[in-house]
């Protein structure tokens, strides 16, 4: 069982800049990814890296504002977000998968394991 941790997440001004961390050990782990969901939505996938850092994916919505990175000495993942928006108030997740890279890590069901969340508010 692999246990994932988040922390980071607060409440910011449009505009501002946060940073999401995700602590969690496993060797079968292969791909980590962020995921967030608003009130009333579906979870959905922002951002996602490879263990070897060589495959990295974004949500068309956050590219160029959202950077993730990966610290496999660490069993790091960090989100930095910036020049939040208010549409990107949402619960973050972190997730892992036991997959290799594929088409399909964008996808909730390609992982295996999930954090708690943390809450992500952006006031306008």
């Known amino acids: 069982q692999v246990q994932l941790v988040e922390s980071g997440g607060g409440l910011v001004q449009a505009g501002d800049s946060l940073r999401l961390s995700c602590a969690g050990r496993?060797?079968?782990?292969?791909?980590m990814g962020w995921f967030r969901q608003a009130p009333g939505k579906e979870r959905e996938f922002v951002a996602g890296?490879?263990?070897?850092?060589?495959?990295?994916a974004y949500a068309g919505s956050v590219e160029g504002r959202f950077t993730i990175s990966r610290d496999n000495a660490k069993d790091t993942v960090d989100l930095q977000m910036n020049n939040l928006k208010p549409e990107n108030t949402a619960i973050y997740f972190c997730a892992a998968s036991n997959n290799l890279w594929t088409r399909r890590s964008r996808l909730t069901d390609d992982y295996d394991y999930w954090g708690q969340g943390t809450q992500v508010t952006v006031s306008s």
């Open positions: 890296i490879y263990k070897s850092g060589g495959y990295i």
């Open positions: 496993a060797r079968s782990i292969y791909t």
